[in-house]
C-alpha cells in the first residue's frame, strides 16, 4: 500500500473562520482515539469530488497531545484544483469521509534554543499545533510574526494575541505594516531556529534576509504546500503495467495513474517528499516540474519525474510505472 | 500463549539454548541461496501467527536472561546507553510504543493502564509494577527510553530526523554486532555506516535514507541483518573486543557445530509521534549450526551463501579465517538438491 495508514473520520463541526477560512473537526468513526503527532504534522484528506478523487495536505491545527478529535483550517481557493472549494462547499458535519495517519515534513528542532515562527495568512497552521506543543512542554520559548492581508482575515490572530501577548505580533497588509524582518534577525541567541510558512514571495524574502544575514542552513524550516498546478491534459504510457492514461486538466498525474489503478507511492502529494520520484523512460517534449525534491540538475536531465505535482507538454512521455 | 523463559547465560559457561519451537521460529535470513546487500526493506506487518514477524515486539523464551545480561553489561559500562538532551521525548514516545504494543500483544504478560497522565505498568516476567507519570521523569527509576529498553529484548537506536538524515542521538546498545554507541553517538546515517563495504557503492545508503525519511506513523518497516559469532554471545562489542575476539581462535572441526552460531537481527522502524524521530530497534537471535542444520532446507542453503559470499563481506562479518572450517561442516548437508524460495523452513 502506497501513502501513510488511513483513518476512517466524520466531521463534527464546521466553522466558518472568515470570509475565506472554514474550520473542520474531525473524529474516529469507530469511537477511539487518533494517534498522537508532532506540532507542524498534516494529514492528508480524500475527497471524492463528483467522481473526481482528490487528496489535499492540511496541517493540523488541535493540540498534538489532545486524541479526541482532529481539527484542520482550509482557505478557500477559488482558482484551484477544488480541493478547498469541495471542503467548503460540500463538507458538512455528519459526513464521513477518509483521511491519512500524520505526517511531518515540517517538524520543530527540538535541540533549539529559541524558535522563530514566521506565518503568512493560511500558513498560520503548522504553527498553532507547534505552539501548542512547546507551550504544553513548557519549553516554549518562541516568537510569532504573522502577516495577514486585512485584520478580518487573520484567522486566529485575537486567540494568538490573548493567549500569548508577549510572543505574538502581527502585521496588516491593508495598513502597510511589515515584518521588520532585519531586525528580527539581528541578536538572536545561539542556536535560534527559523520556520517559515506562508506564500512562495514570502518564503523566498525571509529565508534569503537569514541567508544573507549569515544564519546557518541548518537553522531555516520552511513549509509550502504546493497545491499541485491545473495545466493542459496530456498522455503518458505507463511501461510497466502497459497502460495509456490520459491526465486532465483538473488533475494531478499521481492522480491519474492511480484512476488507472496503479498503486504509486505517494506521501506527502506536495512535491516535498521523495516518494513518488519516477523514472522517465523516453520523452518528446517540455516537464514542468513544481517539485521541491529533485535537484536543478535532475529537473534537467529529464530523466526524472514527481507525479504528485508536475506535468508534461509535449508529444511523448514514457513512464516506469 | 505461556511462554515458559529459559534459565541461562550469555557469558561464561554459556548455558544458552533453543527450544524446538525456537529453532523453527527462528529468523533464518535466506530467501535464496546467495546473498548480496539489498535495500531489503518491507512493511512490519504481522505475518504468520507464531513467527518472530507477528508481534511488534517480539518476546521470546530468552527475555528474561537477556534482561538479565543487559543489566550486567551496563553496571560495567554505562555509557551503552545514552541520550542526549533534546531525545527525551523521543524517549516517551518509545516508553509509550512498547508498553502499549507490549501489553496489546501478550496481555498475560504485560499489562498498562491509563489514567490521564497516571501510567501504572506491570511487566509480571521481570517482576515490575510501576505507578509513574507519563512525561515526568523523576516519577521513573530511569529516563523513558532506558526504562523501557531494560525491560526489552533487543537494541534500540533513537534517531533525530533533521537536515534530510537521521541523527544517533541516543541509544540503548549491549547487544550490537562489532560497534559502539559511544563512537556513533552524534553522527548521521552516512557517518555510521561508513565502514560497510559495497553497500555505498551501491546507492544502497541513499535510496534506504530516503525510505527511512519517509516512514509514517502507524506504518512500520524492518529488515534483516545477520553476521557470525562464535559462543552465544550478545555484547560482541568494540569495547570488549578484547574478550569475545580470541574466543574465534578457539574453533576446531569438532566445536564448529555447537560453537559456531548464525547471528540474525531483525532490524525495524518506527515513527515516534510526538518527536517526530524514529526508533530502530535491532533484535538479535542466535542458532548454532548444529540446531540450524536439523531443517534441511537451511542446511544446504546456508552452505551455498557462505561459500558464495564475497570476500568483502566475510571480512566485514569477522568469520573470513574460519570460513574454510564452518564450510567443511556445513558441506556435509548440502546434497545438492535444489532449494525451495522463501525462508521458511518446511515450505
Ligand atoms: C536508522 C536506522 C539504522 C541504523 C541506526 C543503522 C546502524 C548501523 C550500524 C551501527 C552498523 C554497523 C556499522 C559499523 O560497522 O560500524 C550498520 C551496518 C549496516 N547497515 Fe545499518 N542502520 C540503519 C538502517 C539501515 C538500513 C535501512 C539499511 C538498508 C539497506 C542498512 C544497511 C546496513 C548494512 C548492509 C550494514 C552492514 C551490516 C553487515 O554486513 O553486518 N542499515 N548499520
Ligand atoms: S508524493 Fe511526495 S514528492 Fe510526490
Known amino acids: 500500500m502506497a501513502g501513510a495508514a488511513k483513518i476512517s473520520v466524520k466531521v463534527i463541526d464546521v466553522v466558518e473562520v472568515n470570509e475565506l477560512v472554514k474550520r473542520f473537526k474531525f473524529e474516529r468513526t469507530d469511537g477511539g482515539l487518533m494517534p498522537t503527532f508532532s506540532g507542524g504534522a498534516h494529514t492528508v484528506v480524500e475527497m471524492n469530488d463528483q467522481g473526481t478523487r482528490r487528496l489535499n495536505p492540511y496541517s493540523l491545527m488541535s493540540s498534538p497531545t489532545d486524541r479526541s478529535a482532529y481539527t484542520i483550517s482550509v482557505r478557500r481557493d477559488d482558482e484551484g484544483r477544488g480541493g478547498s472549494l469541495y471542503l467548503h462547499n460540500h463538507v458538512k458535519p455528519g459526513m464521513e469521509m477518509t483521511i491519512s495517519n500524520p505526517v511531518n515534513l515540517f517538524s520543530l528542532d527540538l535541540r533549539a534554543r529559541k524558535h522563530i515562527f514566521f506565518a503568512g495568512g493560511i500558513g498560520i497552521t503548522p504553527f498553532l499545533s507547534q505552539i501548542k506543543q512547546l507551550s504544553a512542554a513548557n519549553n516554549g520559548h518562541f516568537e510569532l510574526h504573522y502577516a495577514v492581508r486585512t485584520a478580518s482575515l487573520g484567522s486566529y490572530a485575537d486567540e494568538l494575541l490573548e493567549h500569548f501577548p508577549n510572543n505574538v505580533d502581527v502585521y496588516h497588509d491593508d495598513k502597510d505594516q511589515q515584518i521588520p524582518l532585519d531586525k528580527l534577525l539581528e ?61 486532465k486538466e483538473q488533475q494531478s498525474l499521481l492522480e491519474a495513474i492511480e484512476a488507472a489503478g496503479v498503486d504509486a507511492p505517494y506521501l506527502c502529494r506536495g512535491g516535498a517528499c521523495g516518494m513518488c520520484e519516477t523514472q522517465v523512460i523516453r520523452s518528446e517534449g517540455d516537464f514542468i516540474h513544481n517539485d521541491h525534491w529533485l535537484t536543478d540538475e535532475e529537473h534537467a536531465s529529464g530523466e526524472k519525474i514527481m507525479p504528485c505535482v508536475s506535468r508534461f507538454d509535449g508529444k511523448s512521455l514514457v513512464l516506469d510505472r | 500463549m505461556g511462554i515458559e523463559f529459559n534459565k541461562e547465560t550469555y557469558r561464561g559457561d554459556y548455558t544458552f539454548t ?172 552516512f557517518e555510521w555506516h561508513a565502514p560497510v563495504p559495497l553497500a555505498h557503492e551501491k546507492g544502497i545508503f541513499i535510496r534506504a535514507l530516503k525510505f527511512l525519511l519517509n516512514i509514517q506513523q502507524g506504518a512500520p518497516a524492518r529488515r534483516l541483518n545477520w553476521t557470525m559469532t562464535v559462543n552465544p554471545l550478545l555484547d560482541t562489542s568494540p569495547e570488549n573486543y578484547h574478550k569475545w575476539g580470541i574466543q574465534k581462535t578457539t574453533l576446531t572441526p569438532e566445536n564448529v557445530g555447537s560453537k559456531q552460531y548464525l547471528r540474525v537481527e531483525l532490524q525495524s522502524f518506527f515513527r515516534l509521534p510526538r518527536s517526530n524521530g524514529m526508533v530502530f530497534p535491532i533484535r538479535c537471535y542466535l542458532i548454532k549450526l548444529e540446531d540450524l542444520v536439523t531443517y534441511p532446507k537451511w542446511a544446504r542453503r546456508f552452505h551455498r551463501v557462505i561459500r558464495d559470499l564475497p570476500v568483502e563481506l566475510a571480512t566485514y562479518k569477522g568469520f573470513i579465517d574460519n570460513r574454510p572450517m564452518i564450510l567443511d561442516y556445513l558441506a556435509q548437508f548440502d546434497d545438492g538438491a535444489e532449494t525451495s524460495p522463501g525462508v521458511w523452513p518446511e515450505d
Open chain 1, 187 to 247: 541578536g538572536q541567541p545561539l542556536g535560534t531556529h527559523i520556520y517559515v510558512c506562508g506564500p512562495k514571495g514570502m518564503i523566498n524574502w525571509i529565508l534569503s534576509g537569514a541567508r544573507k544575514a549569515g544564519w546557518p542552513e541548518q537553522a531555516l524550516h520552511y513549509e509550502e504546500f504546493l497545491a499541485p498546478e491545473p495545466g493542459k491534459a496530456f498522455d503518458v504510457e505507463l511501461a510497466v503495467t502497459g497502460k495509456t492514461i490520459h491526465v
Open chain 2, 18 to 189: 533453543n527450544s524446538p519451537t525456537a529453532i523453527k521460529r527462528f529468523p533464518f535470513p535466506f530467501d535464496k541461496d546467495s546473498y548480496m546487500y539489498a535495500v531489503n526493506m518491507e512493511p512490519h506487518t504481522p505475518v504468520r501467527e507464531g513467527s518472530v514477524y507477528y508481534n511488534s515486539f517480539d518476546v521470546d523464551e530468552h527475555y528474561v536472561s537477556e534482561m538479565a545480561d543487559r543489566a550486567m553489561v551496563l553496571d560495567e559500562d554505562p555509557l551503552r546507553c545514552q541520550s542526549l538532551p533534546h531525545m527525551e521525548l523521543a524517549g516517551w514516545d518509545l516508553l509509550e510504543l512498547i508498553m502499549a504494543a507490549k501489553a496489546k500483544d501478550y496481555p498475560d504478560l504485560f499489562k498498562l493502564t491509563c489514567d490521564g497522565d497516571k501510567w501504572h505498568w506491570v511487566n509480571k516476567p521481570l517482576g515490575i509494577d510501576e505507578t509513574f507519570t507519563f512525561m515526568d521523569a523523576s516519577t521513573l527509576p530511569y529516563g523513558p527510553m532506558e526504562y523501557i529498553t531494560r525491560q526489552t529484548q533487543g537494541d534500540f537506536c533513537l534517531l533525530d530526523q533533521r537536515e534530510e538524515n537521521l541523527w544517533m542521538d541516543a541509544g540503548m546498545i549491549t547487544t550490537q554486532a562489532d560497534w559502539s554507541l559511544d563512537f556513533d553517538i552524534g553522527m548521521n546515517f
